[in-house]
């Protein structure tokens, strides 16, 4: 037992003093080689542009490693717009530069699937896309789903709105402060898509994100949602409807807004005394008062917060 | 009993006690190597850290959690401002900065009133956790999220409590008065929070020591390792504990400790537990052990994360004297904290926390530093005399100093292949060597004054010993 002890230590210490040996080298050889990286990067650049403008050879240097080229792509495309940057995509598509990240999206682990998302994101090909899609569909990782979402949403190749909740699984499970923002970052481009399912029975966490995202399209033409939000049985509902009107900041919302100040529950009490505050609604100063005496500590505070920001002070 | 008797008998307990620091060695390597492990598989399957999700999310304002940083203050004239100024330009979309001044003798409310122009509010104190008198509330004029909190002296728990009490955000952010927080540190540590379905309570995230690092206005310019070796040695200290057993504790949801240089708490659970406790010296770990008993106990629903990702740096004492305090200090925290949660023991109540982590609180701090120093002298001795095997003399040898070093070098391959924050080659070189000779006087040393730790928890120290800084380039 003892001699095992003894032998397993020197073991461990060789194979660690090896492993770290080979970190500092390779750590050198990288810093070594920057010069020589960034000269083989500007080629591949070169040769990208020569090929863009058809005056070059009919492929990449063979010579150049694929991390070369890709990061020359990555370089321009940040550069290039229109036909250009179509071509490059085509260029970089034919020259396979892809494969590897479409590979490591079929990885066993999630975070080379992650880092595999990040490249087809940044070059969102085609068929970069349609990789996105299908770990958007079949990942067992939410998380990988919902990255994959949001490199999708960038692009502009996300599924139908409600696709996208049932892949999600937002059905059955709450929506996090993530989802909220993916599908608020949708909202100025498919905004018929969210009302159209918030016309639908669906759970109230999700009618809560969906009235939170559909604040930030900026439409005034929701206010009437809002509206009808404001006036749903379920407090979080009524909570989003709030949030949503201090986001539009339209002084239509006053007749709604201002009976929230009486709402049941404290949350949605604060909620209103936040939006009125925000949209400078004088007319609530009177409950406004009231409610610095609720039984509820941060009703009274945020009440005592939207006195002194009203127009003409606490007074 | 004659002569031969008493020698036979202490003979027999020179070798079993031998045996059992042998065995204790032998668990407490052990559970760090599982430790490295456990981290590295979890590093192996995490997504490494990429803008894009927070990309997604921090332009809108509203979707980021508000948070409050509290940040105590004691005696602080000459670094307060520009620390003040760091916070304040931190990156976040909503955050307030809490400073608590707590009683300084200096003149570091009067460099706040006079550097920020504060003036006096009224603003209310949500729960009223501190045990000692507030003095003022003030709000800066220039920095419409800038509150400062005037209260007598009480400790840095009576501090961050007076500050939770005013905080009025979902989240309180609670460092240390000398902490150097990362640029997006708030960032980087609210993320949990962004997939979190209501359970998370805390996150802690890594700290790295800052000592030799360019620092300037309070925050930090260049990257840098120390040029004093107590420094040194110190990097490979956090690095073990922070990438290897935090990461590997937070992966088996048992994380026991949030440093107190940087904590991302929810403001609810802090007040509904009462915040810090005033008499301990160890609060940041008594807090998480309390937040892990309050929970199981009321059948609460939680979870407390860890972010590998550097999010703070801090000052490593470059002072024998400084570090044994520190030291000390820590060791005495956890023996309070074990003493004050005793009950969580072995208890299976507690789940995995009763069972298996305040056990292992017990192997690490109360019986491991002795055992292993006692192991030290006695060992070596016992095989002089011909009463142990130089088998296993030479065994525990290895253990202490070939597997400590090995699980040095390995946390650092874990640093290397996954953070790569180390600047150069030629650091990274001079921290493995650091990884090796640490093992060698330094490891001893910590040892020995965590014996002094004991001692002030048998003796029911009170006092905080302070650790002197002494400031940054």
Same mark, same amino acid.
């Given at each position: 037992?003892?001699?095992?002890?003894?032998?397993?230590?020197?073991?461990?210490?060789a194979?660690?003093?090896?492993?770290?040996? !080979?970190?500092?080298?390779?750590?050198?050889?990288d810093?070594?080689?920057?010069?020589a990286?960034?000269?083989?990067r500007?080629?591949? *650049?070169?040769?990208y /542009?020569?090929r863009?403008?058809?005056?070059?050879?009919?492929? *990449?240097?063979a010579d150049?490693p694929?991390?070369?080229?890709?990061?020359?792509?990555s370089?321009?495309?940040?550069?290039?717009?229109?036909?250009?940057?179509?071509?490059?995509l085509?260029?970089?598509?034919?020259?396979?530069?892809?494969?590897?990240?479409?590979a490591a999206?079929?990885?066993?682990?999630?975070?080379?699937?992650?880092?595999?998302?990040?490249?087809?994101?940044?070059?969102?090909?085609?068929r970069? !896309?349609?990789? /996105?899609? !299908?770990?958007?569909?079949n990942?067992?990782?939410?998380?990988i789903?919902?990255e994959?979402?949001?490199a999708? *949403?960038?692009?502009?190749?996300?599924?139908?709105?409600?696709d996208t909740?049932?892949?999600?699984?937002?059905?059955?499970?709450?929506?996090t402060?993530?989802?909220v *923002?993916?599908?608020?970052?949708?909202?100025?481009?498919h905004?018929e898509?969210?009302?159209? /399912?918030?016309?639908?029975?669906?759970?109230?966490?999700?009618?809560?994100?969906l009235?939170d995202?559909?604040?930030?399209s900026g439409?005034?033409?929701?206010?009437?949602?809002f509206? &009808?939000?404001?006036?749903?049985e379920?407090?979080e509902v009524?909570?989003?409807?709030?949030?949503?009107a201090?986001?539009?900041?339209?002084?239509?919302?006053?007749?709604?807004v201002?009976?929230?100040?009486?709402d049941?529950?404290?949350?949605? &009490?604060v909620?209103?005394a936040q939006?009125?505050?925000?949209?400078?609604?004088t007319?609530?100063?009177?409950? /406004?008062?009231?409610?610095?005496?609720?039984?509820?500590?941060?009703v009274?505070?945020?009440a005592?917060?939207?006195?002194s920001?009203?127009?003409?002070g606490?007074? | 009993?004659?002569?031969?008797? @008493?020698f036979y008998f202490?003979?027999?307990?020179?070798?079993?006690?031998?045996l @059992?620091c042998?065995v204790?060695?032998?668990?407490?390597?052990?559970?760090?190597v599982?430790q490295l492990?456990?981290?590295?598989?979890a590093?192996?399957?995490?997504?490494?850290?990429?803008?894009?999700?927070?990309?997604?999310?921090?332009?809108g304002?509203?979707?980021a959690?508000?948070?409050?940083?509290i940040?105590?203050?004691?005696?602080?004239?000459?670094?307060?401002?520009q620390?003040?100024?760091?916070?304040?330009?931190?990156?976040?979309?909503e955050?307030?900065v809490i400073?608590?001044?707590?009683?300084?003798k200096d003149?570091?409310i009067?460099?706040?009133?006079?550097?920020?122009?504060l003036?006096p509010i009224?603003?209310?104190?949500?729960?009223a956790?501190?045990v000692?008198?507030?003095?003022a509330?003030?709000?800066s004029?220039?920095?419409?999220n800038?509150?400062? =909190?005037?209260?007598?002296?009480?400790?840095?728990a009576?501090?961050?409590?007076?500050?939770?009490?005013?905080?009025?955000?979902?989240?309180?952010?609670?460092i240390?008065?000398?902490s150097?927080?990362e640029?997006?540190?708030?960032?980087?540590?609210?993320?949990?929070?962004m997939?979190?379905?209501?359970?998370?309570?805390? =996150?802690?995230?890594?700290?790295?020591?800052?000592?030799?690092c360019?620092?300037?206005?309070?925050?930090?310019?260049?990257?840098?390792?120390?040029?004093?070796w107590?420094?040194?040695?110190?990097?490979?200290e956090?690095?073990?504990?922070?990438?290897?057993?935090?990461?590997?504790n937070?992966?088996?949801?048992?994380?026991?400790?949030?440093?107190?240089?940087?904590?991302?708490?929810r403001?609810s659970?802090?007040?509904?537990?009462?915040?810090y406790?005033?008499?301990?010296?160890g609060?940041?770990? %008594?807090?998480v052990?309390?937040?892990?008993?309050? $929970?199981?106990?009321?059948?609460?629903?939680?979870?407390? %994360?860890? =972010?590998?990702?550097?999010? $703070?740096?801090?000052?490593?004492?470059?002072?024998?004297?400084?570090?044994?305090?520190?030291?000390?200090?820590?060791?005495?925290?956890a023996?309070?904290?074990?003493?004050t949660?005793?009950?969580? #023991?072995?208890?299976?109540?507690?789940?995995?926390i009763g069972?298996?982590m305040?056990?292992? #609180?017990?192997?690490?701090?109360?019986i491991g530093?002795?055992? %292993?120093?006692?192991g030290?002298?006695?060992?070596?001795?016992?095989?002089?005399?011909?009463?142990?095997?130089p088998?296993?003399?030479?065994?525990?040898? @290895?253990?202490?100093?070939?597997?400590?070093?090995?699980?040095?070098?390995?946390?650092?391959?874990?640093?290397?292949?996954?953070?790569?924050?180390?600047?150069?080659?030629a650091d990274?070189?001079?921290?493995a060597?650091?990884a090796?000779?640490?093992?060698?006087?330094?490891?001893?040393?910590?040892?020995?004054?965590?014996l002094?730790?004991?001692?002030?928890?048998?003796?029911?120290?009170?006092?905080?010993?302070?650790?002197?800084?002494?400031?940054?380039n």
């Amino acid at each position: 037992m003892a001699a095992l002890v003894y032998e397993l230590s020197f073991l461990f210490l060789a194979g660690m003093l090896a492993l770290i040996t !080979v970190l500092v080298v390779r750590r050198w050889q990288d810093e070594k080689n920057r010069g020589a990286r960034e000269r083989m990067r500007h080629r591949a *650049a070169r040769a990208y /542009l020569a090929r863009i403008e058809g005056g070059g050879e009919s492929a *990449a240097p063979a010579d150049l490693p694929p991390a070369a080229k890709l990061e020359a792509v990555s370089h321009l495309l940040r550069l290039m717009r229109g036909t250009e940057r179509d071509r490059l995509l085509a260029l970089a598509d034919e020259d396979r530069l892809f494969d590897p990240a479409i590979a490591a999206s079929n990885s066993s682990r999630p975070a080379r699937r992650s880092e595999a998302i990040l490249t087809l994101e940044q070059f969102g090909s085609p068929r970069c !896309v349609q990789t /996105l899609q !299908v770990l958007l569909a079949n990942d067992a990782s939410m998380t990988i789903k919902l990255e994959a979402a949001a490199a999708l *949403a960038r692009l502009g190749g996300l599924p139908p709105l409600r696709d996208t909740i049932s892949l999600l699984a937002l059905e059955a499970n709450r929506p996090t402060r993530l989802h909220v *923002a993916l599908f608020a970052s949708l909202a100025a481009t498919h905004p018929e898509q969210i009302r159209q /399912l918030l016309s639908e029975e669906i759970t109230p966490p999700l009618r809560a994100m969906l009235i939170d995202a559909l604040s930030s399209s900026g439409d005034l033409a929701d206010l009437g949602d809002f509206e &009808r939000a404001a006036a749903d049985e379920e407090p979080e509902v009524r909570s989003a409807a709030l949030r949503a009107a201090r986001r539009v900041g339209d002084p239509r919302c006053e007749a709604w807004v201002l009976p929230m100040l009486t709402d049941p529950v404290d949350f949605v &009490r604060v909620q209103a005394a936040q939006t009125v505050a925000k949209l400078g609604f004088t007319r609530a100063r009177p409950k /406004l008062k009231q409610l610095t005496t609720d039984e509820s500590v941060w009703v009274r505070i945020r009440a005592g917060e939207a006195l002194s920001l009203l127009p003409g002070g606490a007074s | 009993m004659n002569g031969e008797d @008493a020698f036979y008998f202490a003979a027999e307990a020179v070798f079993w006690l031998s045996l @059992a620091c042998f065995v204790i060695v032998v668990i407490r390597n052990l559970v760090s190597v599982i430790q490295l492990a456990v981290a590295s598989w979890a590093f192996w399957n995490r997504p490494r850290p990429t803008a894009r999700l927070i990309d997604l999310w921090s332009k809108g304002v509203d979707l980021a959690p508000p948070i409050s940083v509290i940040a105590p203050a004691y005696n602080e004239e000459l670094s307060i401002t520009q620390s003040v100024k760091a916070l304040l330009a931190l990156e976040y979309p909503e955050h307030e900065v809490i400073v608590v001044n707590d009683g300084s003798k200096d003149a570091t409310i009067d460099v706040l009133k006079r550097d920020f122009e504060l003036v006096p509010i009224d603003r209310p104190q949500v729960a009223a956790l501190q045990v000692t008198r507030i003095l003022a509330i003030y709000r800066s004029r220039t920095h419409r999220n800038l509150i400062v =909190v005037d209260k007598e002296n009480g400790r840095k728990a009576d501090a961050v409590n007076a500050g939770i009490g005013f905080a009025q955000t979902p989240l309180v952010c609670v460092i240390d008065a000398d902490s150097i927080i990362e640029s997006d540190g708030l960032l980087r540590a609210v993320e949990p929070y962004m997939l979190d379905d209501g359970s998370l309570v805390a =996150v802690g995230g890594a700290i790295r020591v800052v000592n030799g690092c360019e620092v300037r206005g309070g925050s930090l310019r260049k990257i840098a390792i120390p040029r004093e070796w107590l420094a040194r040695f110190q990097v490979v200290e956090y690095l073990r504990a922070f990438l290897t057993a935090r990461v590997a504790n937070a992966e088996l949801d048992s994380l026991l400790l949030i440093s107190g240089a940087f904590g991302l708490f929810r403001r609810s659970m802090l007040v509904e537990i009462g915040g810090y406790r005033h008499d301990t010296v160890g609060e940041d770990l %008594e807090l998480v052990v309390r937040i892990h008993r309050h $929970c199981r106990e009321n059948n609460i629903p939680y979870k407390i %994360e860890f =972010v590998p990702e550097i999010v $703070c740096w801090t000052e490593a004492p470059i002072s024998l004297a400084g570090l044994r305090n520190q030291r000390a200090r820590w060791q005495q925290g956890a023996l309070e904290t074990l003493g004050t949660h005793r009950k969580m #023991l072995f208890n299976p109540r507690y789940g995995r926390i009763g069972m298996l982590m305040m056990p292992l #609180l017990v192997i690490e701090d109360v019986i491991g530093p002795p055992a %292993e120093l006692i192991g030290y002298l006695i060992i070596p001795a016992a095989w002089a005399l011909g009463i142990l095997s130089p088998e296993l003399a030479l065994a525990f040898l @290895a253990l202490t100093f070939v597997f400590g070093t090995a699980l040095s070098i390995g946390t650092l391959a874990l640093e290397e292949t996954q953070l790569r924050r180390t600047p150069t080659a030629a650091d990274l070189a001079s921290i493995a060597v650091a990884a090796i000779v640490e093992n060698f006087g330094y490891r001893q040393v910590n040892l020995v004054f965590r014996l002094a730790g004991i001692k002030r928890y048998l003796r029911r120290e009170t006092g905080w010993s302070a650790v002197p800084r002494v400031g940054f380039n």
